[in-house]
């Protein structure tokens, strides 16, 4: 007999396999787009520089308690020639002695464009936010002296777009650690002592 046996044809296809073929095929250009796009794109972080920083109102009362009114310039530079970073949920916030001296202060949201410059001034104030005894007398002997460390810190969500790809949010926190020159009764512009260094962590 001449009968021609599927199992021995070499012609005939099984489909799983074929099916098997095309996915592995897909997901081998698949990731080369990614990788093609990565390579392109290679969003970097955003950077952070403190230039100015003014104090309308720093004092302690009892019990200790502590009321600040504080205006800080921070240049917000985006470093990347195709990617655009998107802030949400933007806040910032004051420490003394790692103690948070004032509430989060929401910021409006920002969209910034390719390697550009956004300034940001937000002004932070506090009403009789409680503190520990060493962080009151702490302040008091800095104001005596001259000198206060502050910490300046942002929160939010950020992510990457570019073109129509938009990354996932990542947790945004940067900290801005100075040292300004302030005594107790003084106000406005203060002077920022040496180089202020703000680390971004995303």
Not at 146 to 164: N, P
Request: net charge positive; aromatic share 10%.
């Amino acid at each position: 007999m001449n009968g021609h046996d599927p199992k021995k044809n070499p012609s005939h296809k099984n489909p799983v396999k074929t099916l098997c073929t095309f996915l592995l095929i897909l997901l081998i250009l698949a990731g080369l787009v990614v990788l093609i796009g990565w390579l392109i794109y290679r969003p970097h972080e955003p950077n952070f520089s403190l230039v100015g920083a003014a104090i309308y109102e720093l004092n302690v009362t009892s019990p200790p308690y502590m009321s600040s009114i504080m205006q800080f310039t921070v240049l917000a530079r985006n470093p990347n020639r195709r990617v655009r970073l998107d802030y949400d949920q933007f806040s910032a916030l004051v420490y003394y002695k790692d103690q948070a001296i004032t509430p989060p202060a929401m910021l409006p949201p920002l969209l910034q464009e390719t390697k550009s410059t956004a300034v940001l001034s937000p002004v932070i104030r506090s009403a009789l936010v409680p503190v520990s005894v060493e962080a009151a007398n702490g302040l008091l002997i800095d104001e005596v002296y001259g000198v206060v460390a502050l910490r300046l810190v942002f929160l939010g969500k950020m992510r990457y777009k570019a073109a129509f790809v938009r990354t996932k949010h990542y947790g945004l926190y940067v900290n801005c650690d100075m040292l300004v020159g302030y005594k107790k009764g003084f106000v406005g512009q203060v002077p920022l002592l040496g180089t202020p260094d703000c680390q971004v962590d995303l």
